[in-house]
């Protein structure tokens, strides 16, 4: 079993901002396990806002600031007629200044040396719609937004890349655990992470106009309904007046006949799917009514057999408590209130919340398919094996914390190689593609009909035996490097030194192991096959003559080990006995 620490709803996790990885894992394994397995079986539908992109791109304390200086390096200095310093003078009536701050403002000095720059640009944060809704003379509708906040090359600037958050949901939705993504931002970069991992293979469809939602479907739909800066930069006169910012935008947004198939198809997923939100106030108006309207159509019941709402927040703020009493109404009384806030409220910012939901996803399929192993072990048999693979997930969580995007990204490079040396006994080398479980989510696993082909049963028992030593002390994992041909997929310290693992879905992956220099027959090498093992061939050329007083390849085959072992114990021993560690 794990011993991670379990938090309970009585005393409270960490806060928000200091949470770690392991102990976001605790809360998926504990108060919000049913959340876990919702977003396993891909029923969660996520909306995103500006913290998911915090770092990458501009917050809006930043964009307040960026739109007052340039409106005051627009200004002709004594003109008391100047139609930027009419702009401006609107925009610092918004932060309601009092007369001593007023007193302290200095249009001859950039706005970051003023004195109260930071109280102002904070105070304005809430006012941002209404900020970027004031006219400049003779200037466009949106001139603050397009040409003061610059949204070409503050939010489609190509140089800036994926963060952690952006990876983690692109490897959510090629799990096929992420196929509905509403989001507020306008920058490209979840976008930019499938694409990154994919290889550049289509996988998302973005929804910005009414006619978006009749391309034909691919893993994922990201409903973009505030408008995207890459496609606005791309395509000026058709995306640029679908950036949504200004207040008049927001509040007639909904009501909007042109929006209306955007709208409805937001609708029927905030109906038809429970939410998850993460890095997203929800104050803006159109938002709040596109969940009222949802909650007129088919409300959530509180309780259900999961949160409908959920939030990735330390506390639940006034406009998602507002959002909560709008979709639950009857069922949000005093006397519920508090209960109701538990059970959405998950106290982890989204990095360390995604990356935990990686991990349990992919520790979950590999525990669905020790399920549909075959053999003869009992359940209690395969739980201790699925207990391995928690043990295993456990081990890796521990290291999240150090560098989450260099683990991310460790994660892509060992899985798309593992998968690759597994599947087709080679690799292409960096930069890696990842490579699902799966690429379904969990309930469509056992209707596979190419599973038993796969040796992904197998392999994952493989992986549970591995953790199961690991959890008893038999052995020890050590760091792999990936672009060393002859390391393996796993690398394992026990009481006859440490061997190199390999997995094999089949004979021919197997024999191009060999043929391709990852296995060679003197090397310390375990080649652990899912099938049964095909004849030997011939020597390998690669192989040292004579005796080296090394063990060399070992092999075992877990169809065989399977089908003959009467519990785990005996399937962990034997396993010992075979490959010698």
């Known amino acids: 079993m794990s011993n991670t620490k379990r938090y309970s709803m009585a005393s409270g996790p960490p806060p928000a901002a200091t949470i770690n990885v392991r102990e976001t894992l605790a809360l998926l394994d504990g108060p919000f396990a049913a959340v876990a397995a919702g977003v396993a079986e891909d029923r969660y539908a996520f909306w995103l806002g500006s913290g998911i992109s915090f770092g990458r791109v501009m917050g809006l304390k930043q964009v307040v600031a960026r739109v007052i200086e340039f409106l005051r390096l627009q200004m002709i200095m004594g003109s008391p007629d100047c139609r930027f310093l009419k702009a401006l003078n609107e925009v610092l009536g918004l932060a309601q200044l009092s007369d001593e701050e007023w007193s302290r403002v200095d249009f001859a000095r950039p706005f970051s040396e003023w004195p109260d720059s930071p109280t102002i640009a ?89 006619y978006d939602l009749r391309e034909p479907a691919l893993k994922a739909r990201l409903y973009k309904f505030h408008g995207c800066a890459a496609l606005a930069a791309s395509a000026e006169a058709t995306h640029r007046p679908l950036l949504v910012a200004r207040q008049s935008q927001i509040n007639g947004w909904v009501a909007r006949s042109e929006n209306a198939p955007i709208v409805n198809r937001l609708i029927d ?22 969940f009222a309207h949802a909650e007129a159509r088919m409300p959530w019941p509180w309780p259900g057999d999961r949160p409908s709402y959920v939030f990735s927040e330390n506390l639940i703020g006034l406009d998602q408590r507002g959002l909560l009493r709008n979709v639950y109404r009857t069922a949000y009384t005093p006397t519920t209130q508090q209960k109701i806030l538990e059970s959405a409220l998950i106290r982890a910012y989204a990095k360390p919340l995604l990356v935990a939901l990686v991990l349990h996803l992919l520790c979950s399929k590999l525990r669905r398919l020790i399920d549909l192993t075959p053999g003869t072990l009992s359940s209690a048999d395969r739980e201790q094996l699925k207990q391995g693979v928690v043990a295993l997930r456990d081990a890796f969580a521990a290291r999240a914390d150090v560098d989450r995007l260099a683990f991310v990204r460790q994660l892509v490079e060992h899985s798309g190689r593992a998968i690759a040396l597994f599947r087709d006994g080679g690799d292409s080398g960096a930069p890696r593609r990842y490579s699902p479980v799966t690429g379904t989510p969990m309930q469509q696993i056992a ?53 190199n693992i390999f997995f094999a879905a089949n004979s021919h992956a197997a024999l191009r192991l060999r043929i391709g220099g990852h296995i060679a027959d003197d090397a310390e090498a375990v080649l652990v096959h899912s099938a049964e093992i095909a004849p030997a061939m011939a020597r390998s050329p690669r192989g040292a003559p004579g005796r080296t007083g090394r063990v060399g390849v070992r092999e075992a085959s877990m169809a065989e080990l399977l089908n003959e072992a009467v519990n785990s114990n005996e399937l962990v021993q034997r396993f010992r006995e075979q490959v010698a560690i």
């Open 122 to 210: 904070g105070r304005l944060v809430n006012n941002y719609a209404r900020l970027l809704d004031i006219m400049v003379d003779g200037e466009a509708e949106d001139f603050l937004l397009w040409n003061g906040a610059d949204v070409p090359a503050t939010f489609a600037d190509p140089a800036i890349e994926p963060d952690v958050e952006h990876l983690c949901i692109a490897l959510l939705i090629l799990e096929g655990a992420a196929s509905d993504i509403a989001t507020a931002n306008w920058d490209p970069l979840i976008e930019r992470a499938v694409d990154l991992l994919s290889g550049g293979q289509p996988a998302v469809v973005v929804c910005v106009r009414p």
């Open 269 to 290: 997923i905030i109906v038809s799917k429970p939410t998850l939100m993460m890095g997203l106030s929800a104050q803006d108006a159109n938002i709040q009514a596109i």
């Open 447 to 499: 209707g596979d009909p190419s599973l038993p082909a796969t040796g992904l049963r197998e392999a994952a028992a493989a992986i549970g035996i591995i953790g199961a030593g690991v959890s008893r002390g038999i052995w020890s994992l050590e760091d792999v490097d990936p672009n060393e041909p002859q390391s393996g997929v796993a690398r394992v310290r026990g009481g006859s030194g440490t061997v």
